[in-house]
């Protein structure tokens, strides 16, 4: 199975603040390892002991920096509709060496995905 990778120019100004700032705040990196597989920000909460505002705010901020993405809604164990959230890529890596900053994401493939969720079913 091969990832895909892609080096991007980095073309908005702002993008490696905003990048840097959603991955440097705490708890960001733990977030993104546990969400292989689709995870609700309460199982986040739980599993990682981070409190529940806290997952929330960093989700968002993931969200919006393009690590984390909303794969849809399941039932909670109490049966309330909930959004759960995967990361969108498996590597990233920053170079500053050149002229302009470039990002190498190493993405998350649909069909890496399904596997995953079938090996964790």
Sequence with gaps: MSQERSEQPIDD???PERLLAALGGKYSAQILAATRTPTSAQALS???GIP???CYRRIEDLTEAGLLR????QLSEEGRRTSVYRRTLDGLTL???GDEPTIDREERSEAKNRL??????
């Design 13 to 15: 100004d702002a993008a």
């Design 70 to 73: 909303c794969e849809g809604r």
């Design 95 to 97: 170079d500053f060496t």
């Design 46 to 48: 739980d599993s990682l």
């Design 52 to 54: 529940i505002a806290t």
């Design 116 to 121: 995953q969720d079938q090996l964790d079913e």
